[in-house]
């Protein structure tokens, strides 16, 4: 994965002052919800070899579409969101990405 998608809350905090540094004010779930967006699009590029599909938020779900905008996987959290799934386990949603990525690119 790249180093610009923070893997646990201390690299959020990090990224959330540098951003702040350079004029931009944003909310610590906001960068959690972008860096698991980001992470689980990572992973599907790296099972794809490239980037074909599109990672997408719908309210609390992640979302895959393929080139032809179909879904073609729904990701929920385990607990109310993926901003305290992260907050509470950020390894374990990062982990649970790359399966679901594993998996749903490897059943096409």
């Known amino acids: 994965m790249s180093v610009a998608i923070p893997e646990n809350m201390e690299e ?3 990224k959330q002052a540098m951003l702040k540094e350079h004029g931009e004010d944003v909310t610590t779930d ?3 919800k972008q860096s698991v967006l980001d992470a689980l699009q990572a992973f599907i590029d ?6 074909y599909d599109e990672v997408s938020w719908d309210q609390e779900q992640l979302v895959v579409h393929d080139l032809d905008h179909g879904e073609i996987a729904r990701i929920k959290p385990q607990h109310a969101s993926f901003i305290v799934d992260f907050k509470d386990n950020a390894q374990l949603v990062l982990t649970k990405l790359e399966e679901v990525a594993r998996k749903t690119i490897g059943s096409r």
């Open 12 to 14: 959020i905090i990090m």
């Open 30 to 32: 906001d960068l959690v």
């Open 46 to 51: 790296q099972e794809l070899d490239g980037h």
